[in-house]
Nanobody
Framework: HVQLVESGGGSVRTGGSLRLSCEAS????????MAWFRQTPGREREAIAA????????YYANSVKGRHTVSLDNAKNTAYLQMNSLKPEDGAMYYC???????????????????WGQGTQVTVS
């Protein structure tokens, strides 16, 4: 039984910071890819960042590059998303997804992820 549990969302002022966490359990693949997506009502799920659990390669959307950092604690099976210099347009429901491999050309395709968490809301005002 695979489970992803996100936490760390909340309300923050423009320019502020938040750190999201995603704790994974039950995923049997030794090497896998953990990613962060976000979604607002009426829009498709948008890729933000991903990290490969084996080589720690990271991938970022242009919209967050230089502001956000994805990291991993293998001992805790937890991925993090440090979000800095937040803007109102960063407000969304943030989801953690997991798949077997962070393919450089397709890490941002939501349909290729096997499992998702329930999401954590981020509001920037």
């Amino acid at each position: 039984h695979v489970q992803l549990v996100e936490s760390g969302g909340g309300s923050v002022r423009t320019g502020g910071s938040l750190r999201l966490s995603c704790e994974a359990s039950g995923y049997t693949a030794g090497r896998h890819c953990m990613a962060w997506f976000r979604q607002t009502p009426g829009r498709e799920r948008e890729a933000i960042a991903a990290i490969d659990t084996d080589d720690r390669a990271t991938y970022y959307a242009n919209s967050v590059k230089g502001r956000h950092t994805v990291s991993l604690d293998n001992a805790k099976n937890t991925a993090y998303l440090q979000m800095n210099s937040l803007k109102p347009e960063d407000g969304a429901m943030y989801y953690c997804g997991i798949r077997q491999y962070c393919a450089p050309a397709s890490w941002g395709r939501a349909r290729e992820y096997d499992y998702w968490g329930q999401g954590t809301q981020v509001t920037v005002s």
